[in-house]
């Protein structure tokens, strides 16, 4: 039986983005980079990664990615992309909004069909999660 999904554990083990690099939109442009590229692939990937770097927690100066809110990323062979994202708190002031957020950054990317945003809390997030670039950032070391 054949795979019909690609998992691209985007943020799963502390580290997001794993070093890859992510084309920045130009200025003033406030769409997500664009790719047209198959599922799984590193150009899907990269495309991807850049969308959920273009959303913040308004109250941390630092993307959701780099802060470890997102914990899995799949996509579908049909386009569609499941996404397990937490916040830094429970009771968080944009519980509501940040999923939505999260959702129209990623139905952004070229060739991507539904995306579903599910909000998990186990595990709970904790600054650990952070990449050394959010790290620096904010002067956490």
Not at 32 to 59: I, T
Not at 112 to 123: A, D, K
Request: with cysteine; aromatic share 4%; glycine share 10%.
């Amino acid at each position: 039986m054949m795979d019909d999904s690609s998992s691209l554990q985007l943020g799963l083990d502390g580290n997001p983005g794993g070093g890859a690099e992510t084309k920045e939109p130009a200025a003033g442009d406030n769409k997500p980079a664009q790719a047209a590229a198959p599922p799984g692939s590193d150009a899907m990937r990269d495309a991807l990664v850049a969308a959920l770097k273009s959303v913040y927690d308004p109250e941390i100066p630092v993307d959701i990615y780099e802060l470890g809110l997102i914990y899995k990323v799949e996509q579908l062979d049909d386009g569609s992309v499941d996404i397990d994202m937490t916040l830094t708190a429970p009771g968080c002031p944009v519980a509501e909004h940040m999923p939505v957020w999260v959702r129209d950054a990623v139905a952004g990317v070229e060739g991507v069909g539904e995306v579903r945003v599910n909000m998990v809390f186990e595990p709970p997030w904790d600054p650990s999660r952070m990449s050394d670039e959010a790290r620096l950032m904010l002067d956490m070391f």
